[in-house]
Every structure is written in structure tokens, then in C-alpha cells.
């Protein structure tokens, strides 16, 4: 099976098991879903989901998040990993926000990733998931999978992004990296599937006995 054939496949079975996949962190707006991504980096949807509730009750806008203090949103979010600089990241992102966007989220990827603690995959997810602009975010599911099925030699995520939008349709590729997502946490994860296990691992390569062994994200 050649690669675009592989990539076929692949977008034919995840639409047939995701046709409509949500957006797997909990958010109202523009900014608090900026804000969950910013805080799900080295941390899980599901942690994030947990925390954001208290944080956006009482700091759901860029001059809320900036009248709470960094004291107080590192207390609400001190259960997530690298809590003390996301805090920071917080302040100094609603601070350019306010003065430079008239607390609005700005809606180009250069204005995104000028914003302190947002890179180019947290951009990319805003600009997908808020704004509907055609984006690829590659996190580390997408870049394990990736390999697995042949889509990427893997060397880094941009060079995984750069792969995975030559052989998917632009249409596809907001819908496509969330259900690649669901699929690796569900069927495909790093240590129930090796490249052997799961259904669509299979399918790819039925021939295959040996491990993939996955470069990690750089």
C-alpha cells in the first residue's frame, strides 16, 4: 500500500468512527479555549477540565484574568504541570490582549504566536477550532500515530505537520487531527498499540511482526 493510499484509509476510518468530533477541552469562547490550550501543554484534557471551571468563573475574560493577580491563578491551576510559568504566561498574555487586541484574541497566527506561552500548536488549535481557518496542530498522539501508519519519517512535529498536509485534503484537517487524537487515546495509545495491535495499525500493515519504534516530538 502505497502512502497516499495509506492516508486514504486512514481519513476514511476515523470519519466513520469520529463523523463529528467535539473539542476534547471544556471552554465558552475564544479566550478560554486559548487559555485551556496554553494550560494543557505536559498535561492531560482531562486535568485541564478539572481546573478550568473555578479559574473561568472567576477570570473568563483578559481584565479578569488580569485583576485576579498571579498569586491567585497559580492557587487555581497549581494542580496542572509547570503551573508557576503557565501563571505568568497568563498574566503577560491577558496583559497584551488588553493593550494591544482590546482584549480580543487576535485571529492571525503571527499575532497568536507573539502572545506569551502560545506556540505554533496552540496557535493552530485556535485558529482551527475558534476562528475555522484550515490548521494541522500535531501534539504527541498525532506525531506517534503518524509514524505508525507510514504518514511521516517523524523527525519533528513540524516536519510531521508538513507531511500530514500534503496527504489529506485542507478540508479534512480540522476535523482530522482531533479525531486522530480520540483514536490514539482510545485505540491506538503509546503502550497498547506498537504499530501491531490496533485495528487501523492492521489494516495499514498487515505483514508487520515488529515493533515501530516512534521518535519523540522535537
Known sequence: MKKQERADLVRLRLQAMYPD???P???????????????????TDKKVNEVTPELFAVA???QKMLELGEAEILRLIRPIGLSNS??????KLSQRLVEHHD?????????????????????????????????FPVDTHIHRLAQRWGLTSGKSVTQTEMDLKKLFPIESWNDLHLQIIYYGREHCTARGCDGTKCE???????????A???????
Open 103 to 135: 482584549s480580543a484574541v487576535p485571529r492571525t497566527f503571527e499575532e497568536l504566536e507573539a502572545l506569551a506561552g502560545v506556540g505554533h500548536k496552540t496557535a493552530s488549535v485556535v485558529m482551527a477550532q475558534s476562528f475555522g481557518v484550515p490548521a
Open 60 to 62: 473568563g475574560t483578559p
Open 200 to 210: 487501523i495499525c492492521r489494516e495499514l500493515y498487515p505483514k508487520r511482526t515488529k
Open 21 to 23: 468530533p467535539p473539542i
Open 25 to 43: 477541552l471544556d471552554h465558552r469562547d475564544e479566550f478560554t479555549l486559548l487559555v485551556a490550550v496554553l494550560l494543557s501543554a505536559q498535561c
Open 212 to 218: 515501530v519504534v516512534c521518535q519523540k516530538p522535537s
Open 86 to 91: 503557565k501563571a505568568k504566561n497568563l498574566m
